[in-house]
């Protein structure tokens, strides 16, 4: 196989950078995050509603914070595992259904129901007055309709936007994606036509670090259906992508060695030449990168040179 020059991948300004996003600016907490959970957040996650009901009984706080990096309060434990009666329990409590989740992500209850395709349990939630206008956090957030679009749940997306949810709400600054970007880039084609029917921008900006436009995000996917319905939407086919961890479309394509999308983004106009992110490679390189020989072979066979 012919070795392309790829150039300098991974600076150390910016494996610094990597090290301080991954603990979101702020001090990890090491360890087991299962030993940090208490009985009562354990008891719900596990749907064991009489220990729930114990607990509480026994005057346990419904509303312990959620400890450790990836910690869950007790209602937001029973959400995102779809045990319905302990999420009333604990909501009859007093549990607080928009209190924030761990560090990583700080997901609400509703956010991870919404998520994990618990209809019922968003219906409950919603009716205790979650507020499905809740931004992203920061660090691998989501909003309760970007993660309901990311998991293809498509009723859900739509209850969320009746209940007044914000289809393009900004997302999470680093690895965000809005409700359309999240659709897009897990194939979910119907969910993708029901938000651009439904106005969403197919066009966004990115954040500076792991975002993916729609259009990238299908192409990394190797979703040839939800692609062309993005083209017939006017999505850019050249859009820049993230600094940092950034692709174009063709480069995600060619990277993830998904011929057929590399040949229609080739119809579509995208520029062979185009580098992408911090990485700075151009299709060629990507696709030689990871041994995608045929690539390779139809980016040369459409021009594409490299120093």
């Not at 309901?148 to 739509?158: F, P, R, S, T, Y």
Request: proline share 4%.
């Amino acid at each position: 196989m012919t070795q392309v020059p790829a150039g300098k991948h991974e600076p150390e300004s910016q494996k610094s950078f990597e090290k301080e996003e991954e603990q979101g600016g702020e001090e990890k907490e090491w360890g087991d995050d299962e030993n940090k959970w208490t009985p009562l957040q354990t008891a719900s996650e596990e749907g064991d509603l009489q220990a729930v009901s114990d607990l509480l009984h026994q005057g346990v706080d419904p509303n312990e914070l959620p400890k450790g990096w990836y910690g869950k309060t007790a209602l937001q434990a029973a959400s995102v595992n779809g045990h319905l009666p302990v999420v009333e329990r604990l909501l009859k409590a007093g549990a607080r259904v928009d209190a924030p989740g761990g560090n990583n992500g700080g997901r609400t209850a509703l956010t991870l129901a919404s998520g994990a395709g618990h209809e019922e349990i968003v219906n409950a939630l919603l009716a205790s007055g979650a507020d499905v206008t809740i931004p992203a956090h920061r660090y691998m957030g989501r909003t309760a309709l970007q993660a309901a679009a990311e998991g293809g749940h498509l009723d859900i997306v739509k209850r969320l936007l009746r209940e007044g949810a914000q289809i393009n709400a900004e997302p999470a600054h680093y690895s965000g994606r809005t409700a359309l970007q999240a659709a897009a880039s897990n194939g979910h084609l119907e969910v993708t036509d029901f938000l651009l029917d439904q106005g969403a921008m197919v066009n966004t900006p990115l954040m500076r670090y792991k975002g993916l436009t729609p259009l990238q995000g299908a192409a990394l996917g190797g979703h040839m259906e939800v692609l062309e319905r993005l083209l017939d939407a006017g999505a850019h086919v050249d859009a820049d992508g993230s600094y940092y961890n950034g692709y174009t479309a063709l480069c995600a394509a060619a990277e993830a060695g998904h011929l057929e999308v590399v040949k229609r983004l080739l119809e579509a106009g995208a520029d062979i030449h185009k580098t992408y992110g911090n990485k700075r490679l151009m299709p060629i390189q990507a696709a030689n990168w990871r041994g995608h020989e045929e690539i390779v072979q139809v980016l040369r066979n459409a021009g594409a040179i490299w120093n």
